[in-house]
Structure formats: structure tokens, C-alpha cells
């Protein structure tokens, strides 16, 4: 019984372990800028088409959805606040920040995962480097910095869609649609809309890393962890926008 | 260099090393002393590889303590370290080489990120270079490691662990999975970094032969390969065999004893003439 809470005590302690040292090292030297940037296109402009097209048929079908429910309530001319307040506040972050998990999350725990099992990570200990400051560091900064350059750009390609939508199908005009979209965010919209890309950027890293760093058992052993990261991820940018949402209302 | 014989260049104190449930390292202690070339046998899972690394600091031990230079490691900071692993060169079994570097960034690559270790830009291209050409694999600088065989790779494995000039080495199964020709090739370099720089060498190995070559054979640099040298002189070599059996130290001796051994775990790696 022991042994079986053993193990998810110690994964919690080594992943806060492995949390506390990337941080520190944003500010210890040395810092590896070049491979900050090499994240940064990794991530940022490796994700953009996906998220490009993730952002715009997610705006375009709520703009579908929302005007058959506003129909009813003869609200039609109210699509474009529903589809900005809908993406900015909740789809975009959450959508654009799932596609980034899929794909990077897998991309850093495969790549983490396999420089394990091949000792490259022993390499790196003995030959003077160290792997979370060359390794985590610089995705975590990478990613935090792009994730919410992302979301804005998904943010918009949505409303973007949603605005097609409005003006093809629903005979909408142009200010009509721009304006109530654009009248309806707050401040405090675009505050949460960027802080939650921000906040699963470490979700989204720190738990690659994490399976990547803990990879045992060969091949099989990275597929495991590749797998574990994505769910792991996908599964804490839920739980995080529970909370961070939770705190938004209560404002 | 001279190399004072009695100086202890790493010290096994009653180490154990733990996994779970798993004893990997059961209360070891032996003491490898300047210019010793020491070959450690043992069948996979025997504990080879962890105590390695468990001598370059990358594993903590559960209890006792671990020795390198007369410095205890238990307690350092992985940036203190660093400075004691900058004079330790180490062969990892699949060889550790960077797969995203070419063969000469992963051979320069301790002398940009080893602070002790770290040359001016111009300097270094001409260091790895030389540590290439000891390995006669010059010809290899902007390959990348995907691009070699196994066994050029365990070379350029060699050539990175030697760059620095290391007065320690050491050698985690180097000779695992090669063919016998190209297997003698690395042991010959192992035994050529050994007597031409001096080295104390500790090689973690299943073959009886790769133990057998080091303690039998001298580098001669008129002819450029290993001799054997007369049986007189073998005790000069400063060879020691220990063999691992399940994390505990089953032998540790000379040649002779270890030929002579009737332990029946031992007797399996010593390969008698019929």
C-alpha cells in the first residue's frame, strides 16, 4: 500500500523539483539564447499554421451555433459579441494552448525522452552542462513568450471566421459584426485571455520535460512518456482554466 | 606528467546504491590509486554501469561515500561537480554523442562548457581536431553521429572524453555489440590514451579479452599499436580485475588470480587456453 503512494508522491516531488530549478535558471547564468530563439520558431512558428487553422473554424462555427440560438431571441446582430467574448475569454487560450500540447508537448517529451535513454542526458551532467538549464529553460521561456502571441493570433483568424460566417450567412455588415465584437471585450478579457496561455505554457513545457527527463525502458519506455505528456497536459490545461476562470468571475 | 603511485584517485567507501527495491550497489569499497588501470567484469545488471556513474557523481549513493581526487562527492553542488568531472573522461555504453551536433561540435563540446576546460574559439576547432586525429577519425568533423558506424562512433565517444586531457578515464562497456576487429580497435585506443598520457583507467567490461589485452599489452608509438609485453612486466601495467555479482564485489586481484579463481561466477568470465 506504501509503495503504491509512494510513487505518485515522489513523481509530485520531482516535478516541483524540476519546476523550481527551471526558474531559477531563468535568472542564473549561463543563458542559452540562441537556443531560446531555436524554441521560439519551433514552437511558436511551427504551431502557427495549426493554430491558424484551429482558430478560424472554431470561430466560424460558433458564429453557426450562436446565430441559430440568437435567432430565437431575434439577438442575430449580437454573433459578433458572443463569438469574441466566447474565443477571447475561453476557446482561444484553450484551443490554441491543446494544439500546442499536442504538438509540443509530445515533440519535447519524444526528443527529452530519447537524448535519456540514449545517455545523452549523463553526457550533457558530465560534460559540465546542465540539462535543465540547457534543455528546460529555454523551452519554458520559448514557450511562454509564444503561447500568447499564438492565442492572439488564433483570437483573431477566429474572429476573423466567425465575421465570414456573419457576413456571407447572415447578412450581417461588416461594422455591424466589428463593432459589437470589439465593443464587447473588456480589459479584463483580454487580461485572462493572455494570462491563461501564459500559465499553461508551464503546463504545457514543464510536463514534457518532466516524462521526457523521467524516460526509462528504451523506445517503448519514450512512447510511454510521449503519450503520458500529451494527456498529462491536455488534462492540467482543463484543470487550469477551471481555476483561472474560476477567479475571472468572482471579479 | 608524474603521477605519485600511491595517490588515490577514487576511493569506493562502503557504497550503496538503491532503486526501489532494487540493490544495484551493495556496500562496495575499493580504492583505484594513480596510473592503476582497473577492469571491472560482471553480467548485465551486475551494477557496472551505475557504479560509474555513481564515481562521476551522476547517481548519489543511498549510503557511504564516493572519493574522486581525495574529494568526498556526497553533499556537492552539482556546479562543484562540474569542476571534478572536468578531470574525469568518460565512454558511455551508447556512446552519449549529441545527436543534433556534428562529430566535431560533440568533440569540442567540453571545451566551450567546461568552465576549467574552456579555450579561446580559435583554440578549440584545433583541440578536437587533435583528439580526432588520435582516434584517426580526422576525416569525420562535420558528420553527424546518425552518419557513423558503432564502432567509428565509440571512437568519437573517445575522442570527446579525451579532449580535455583527463587524468582519470572511464570506460563503460566500450567494446559492447562491435565486431572483434573493430572491438580491438577501440581497446587498442583505450590502451594507447593509457600509456601515452598516463592515465588511470577503469573499464567496465564483459569480455575476458578487452581485460586480458590491457593488462598484457603496452602501446609501442615506433609502431603504432599495443604489444604485448614479457609476463615480468605485466605487474608493472598496474592491472586490476574486480568482478560485480548482483551490486556486491564477487573478485578483485591480479590477472594471475583472477585466472586462478575456482569461484564459479568468476571462472565465467576468465576464457582458459585448452
Known sequence: ?251 | MAHDESQSVLRFEHVTVRFFEATALDDISFEVTSGETRVIFGAAGSGKTVLLKTALGLIKPDSGEVRVFGQALSGMQETDLFRIRSRIGVLFQEGGLFDSLTVEENVAYPLENIAEAQLPPDEVRARASEALRFVELEQTLDKFPAELSGGMRRRVGIARAIVTEPPLMLYDSPTAGLDPITAFTIIDLIAKERDLKNTTTVMATHRYQDGHFLATCRYNPAVGRAEPVAEAEENALGTVFMVLNQGRIAFEGSLGEFQASKDPYVAKFVRREE
Open chain 1, 1 to 251: 500500500m506504501l509503495d503504491t503512494l509512494k510513487s505518485p508522491v515522489l513523481a509530485v516531488q520531482d516535478f516541483y523539483l524540476l519546476t523550481g530549478r527551471a526558474l531559477r535558471n531563468i535568472v542564473r547564468p549561463p543563458h542559452y539564447a540562441a537556443d531560446i530563439y531555436l524554441q521560439m520558431d519551433i514552437i511558436g512558428v511551427g504551431s502557427l499554421p495549426i493554430v491558424i487553422c484551429v482558430g478560424f473554424f472554431s470561430g466560424a462555427v460558433m458564429a453557426m451555433q450562436m446565430a441559430k440560438a440568437l435567432a430565437q431571441y431575434g439577438a442575430v446582430g449580437q454573433t459578433g459579441q458572443i463569438v469574441a467574448i466566447t474565443l477571447v475569454r475561453e476557446l482561444g487560450p484553450v484551443l490554441t494552448s491543446l494544439m500546442v500540447a499536442g504538438r509540443t508537448a509530445s515533440g519535447i517529451a519524444s526528443e527529452l525522452g530519447s537524448m535519456k535513454v540514449t545517455e545523452q542526458i549523463d553526457a550533457m551532467r558530465a560534460l559540465g552542462t546542465d540539462p535543465i538549464q540547457k534543455l528546460v529553460t529555454p523551452r519554458l521561456i520559448a514557450a511562454c513568450f509564444v503561447l500568447p502571441l499564438l492565442t492572439i493570433i488564433a483570437d483573431f483568424v477566429g474572429i476573423f471566421g466567425g465575421f465570414l460566417i456573419a457576413y456571407f450567412n447572415l447578412s450581417m455588415t461588416p461594422d455591424q459584426y466589428w463593432n459589437t465584437a470589439w465593443q464587447a471585450l473588456s480589459y479584463t478579457d483580454i487580461f485572462f485571455g493572455m494570462l491563461k496561455p501564459f500559465v499553461f505554457a508551464f503546463a504545457i513545457v514543464l510536463t514534457g520535460c518532466y516524462y521526457g527527463l523521467s524516460t526509462t525502458g528504451g523506445t517503448q519506455g519514450v512512447g510511454r512518456a510521449t503519450t503520458q505528456a500529451v494527456v498529462v497536459s491536455s488534462v492540467l490545461i482543463f484543470f487550469l482554466t477551471f481555476f483561472i476562470t474560476r477567479i475571472f468571475v468572482s471579479l
